[in-house]
């Protein structure tokens, strides 16, 4: 099975920078993402990484570290609507069939 | 414009009914997935299909059942085995089927709330 932690809750401030954290045990590894959920609707994909190092995209970073299972999710410049959910998946490949496993996700609320 | 497609939005249903919801998608996708989402907690994955004719049970598949007749179609029945059936229902889709393809991240439909009385 799979087992992904993130924080339950996180709150900032509109301007800043906030960094959700992921860690993950899981077999079969092939591939971490990030979603964004914001309440009521459908994830949105934010990122992806399946080789160690950091990708960014704009105002969203995303890390991962296979040998440590862990991941961040990194935003800049924080809006108010980037109050949302972010959801941690990691997909799993094994007998030919991939799948992928969420985390609880991380509510994240940006103040004035 | 491509998407997925789920119907209805919003059901209602007395306990003991059986419940059907709707997921087409005309991305061309093989893979088609069912996730459930209870509030506060992640996805638990339902059922999924990697090909036309043939869906796997996922971790939670107990009371659902799914059919996969049509590449375009993955319709998801609530029976009333399902013990606590109210909850927020996703599909998605991907393509690739079991290769994975490009990044293979998976696409949402806009989901249903199925609530019982």
């Known amino acids: 099975g799979q087992n992904i932690d993130q924080p339950t809750e996180m709150t900032a401030t509109e301007g800043a920078i906030v960094q959700i954290n992921c860690t993950y045990q899981?077999?079969?590894?092939?591939?971490l993402f990030w979603y964004q959920q914001h309440a009521g609707e459908a994830p949105t994909f934010l990122s992806y990484?399946?080789?160690?190092g950091l990708e960014e995209k704009g105002r969203f970073s995303s890390f991962l570290s296979r040998s440590k299972g862990y991941s961040y999710l990194l935003l800049k410049e924080l809006q108010m609507k980037d109050s949302a959910s972010y959801l941690c998946?990691?997909?799993?490949?094994?007998?030919?069939?991939?799948?992928?496993?969420f985390g609880k996700g991380t509510m994240l609320l940006v103040s004035p | 414009d491509g998407g997925i497609t789920q119907s209805p939005k919003y059901l209602f249903r007395k306990e003991g009914q059986n419940v059907t919801l709707s997921c087409e998608q005309n991305?061309?996708?093989?893979?088609m997935y069912w996730y459930r989402q209870d509030p506060g907690q992640g996805l638990r994955l339902i059922y999924y299909?990697?090909?036309?004719?043939?869906?796997q049970k996922g971790d939670i598949a107990e009371g659902y059942s799914v059919s996969r007749e049509k590449k375009e179609s993955f319709p998801l029945t609530v029976t009333s085995a399902q013990k606590n059936p109210t909850a927020f229902y996703l599909c998605?889709?991907?393509?690739?089927?079991?290769?994975?393809?490009?990044?293979?991240?998976?696409?949402f439909g806009e989901g249903s709330r199925l609530t019982v009385l």
């Open positions: 998946a990691v997909r799993d490949q094994n007998s030919g069939y991939s799948t992928l496993t």
């Open positions: 990484n399946v080789l160690d």
């Open positions: 991305l061309n996708h093989d893979a």
């Open positions: 899981t077999s079969g590894f092939n591939g």
């Open positions: 998605a889709s991907k393509e690739g089927g079991s290769r994975i393809q490009g990044r293979g991240e998976l696409f």
């Open positions: 299909s990697q090909i036309v004719n043939d869906f």
